[in-house]
């Protein structure tokens, strides 16, 4: 009886020192890694995830895992109402499953498309100001079964820890927003210099209708910064799942290459398809790599030369599928390509001649990684650039 308190004591001191840490780490991804090795470690278990709750969507999707080895495969996948996971989100209560293939709600598509055994689960609900954040699970208890003492440790471990999600979603927001202020001061000064001008009685009719094109231009800029930041902000802080479902490849290319091929056309530009004639598919979220491949289809159009070339490029193995999109444009210098995919980064070479937010490659960035794949880019100045995105097959 001594060693069980004991054993008990030493496991509050511990949750008491985890705390400090899931407290003081604000980057999303680190702590939702920290989350999972600690609930694994506290229940004896042999693995943990955490699904997060996207309430717009209304969805229950996996974000981390313990498994680092098949968490790309694992994340993003939206877990239906009616599993252990679902049932947990719904009901907010903990629930222990001593046999899941006993249990009706157990979603096997994660055990099969993994290849992971699953005897028994843990789950319980990580809620804060009665708002859900998500369901935090641990599988397969080395030692005996989950018992009751798991579930309250686990439950006070769901506490701290959706307290520190929240935190850490709203630092990073504020982040961001603090980001979105500083860039649109630039054209709001512009519209507000442009509207003073315009209430100038000598301004011939021609000098007015180009500057009320320029508050137009600045106006549709804020529009897609705004709908953008927006965008990024819910992909940064975990709020969005991805609906994967297996599709071909090769047609969404070609359905992307339709999409731009008239601007191209009119630049002169032309677009080549390289990729195996015989049907290859992948799982994913076919609407997120749509997004993926269009944005960077349009900066090539966008950064090129007149009658350059692009070349819409995959081929794929055993583990990945590779797309690749090639211009032969304006380029990017060596010290600027470290800073392509951050944040509201313009090329300098480029600003003020492109349209554009500087946040389609941070967007792209998050999506490929989501899916547990990278994205990356060579680029010489003056000769062309090449975005490669890897997918897990």
């Known amino acids: 009886m001594t060693d069980h308190k004991d054993h008990k004591l030493r496991q509050y001191e511990h949750l008491i020192s985890i705390s400090r840490d899931l407290a003081s780490t604000l980057d999303l991804e680190s702590l939702l890694k920290k989350i999972v090795d600690v609930a694994a470690e506290l229940s004896g278990s042999e693995a943990a995830s955490i699904l997060l709750y996207d309430e717009a969507n209304q969805q229950l999707f996996f974000q981390t895992a313990t498994n680092t080895e098949k968490e790309p495969k694992l994340m993003g996948i939206v877990v239906p109402t009616d599993s252990i996971a679902g049932w947990v989100a719904l009901n907010r209560l903990p629930v222990i499953v001593a046999d899941v293939h006993q249990d009706n709600r157990f979603f096997n598509q994660v055990e099969k498309d993994l290849n992971y055994p699953t005897r028994s689960i843990l789950a319980i609900p990580l809620i804060v100001k ?67 001008l315009l209430q100038q009685s000598v301004m011939e009719c021609e000098e007015r209708d180009r500057l009320a094109q320029i508050i137009q231009a600045e ?67 076919r609407d997120k790599i749509k997004q993926v491949i269009l944005n960077l289809l349009s900066n090539a159009v966008k950064y090129n030369r007149e009658n350059g070339r692009i070349i819409l490029h995959s081929h794929y193995d055993e583990n990945w599928v590779v797309i690749s999109v090639k211009d032969d444009g304006m380029g990017i210098p060596e010290e600027e390509i470290p800073r392509m995919f951050s944040k509201f980064f313009r090329s300098g070479h480029t600003e003020g001649k492109k349209p554009g937010t500087g946040l389609g490659l941070s967007i792209c960035k998050r999506i490929v990684e989501g899916h547990g794949g990278k994205i990356s880019v060579n680029s010489c100045l003056g000769e062309g650039s090449t975005f490669t995105v890897q997918l897990p097959r």
Do not use: W
């Open 219 to 285: 106006t549709q800029r804020l529009s897609r910064m705004t709908t953008q930041f927006l965008d990024l902000s819910r992909l940064e802080s975990g709020r969005t799942g991805f609906n994967r479902i297996r599709f071909s490849l090769p047609e969404l290319l070609r359905e992307c290459a339709q999409s731009v091929q008239p601007e191209a056309k009119k630049y002169g530009i032309q677009l080549t398809l390289e990729f195996p004639e015989i049907t290859f598919e992948i799982d994913a979220d």
């Open 130 to 196: 009665e708002k859900l954040i998500g369901v935090l699970e641990v599988l397969n208890k080395k030692s005996g079964t989950y018992s009751s003492e798991d579930e309250e440790i686990l439950m006070i471990l769901g506490a701290q820890a959706a307290i520190a999600i929240e935190n850490t979603r709203l630092f990073q927001q504020s982040d961001l927003i603090s980001e979105l202020v500083h860039e649109i001061r630039t054209p709001l000064t512009s519209i507000n210099t442009i509207s003073y």
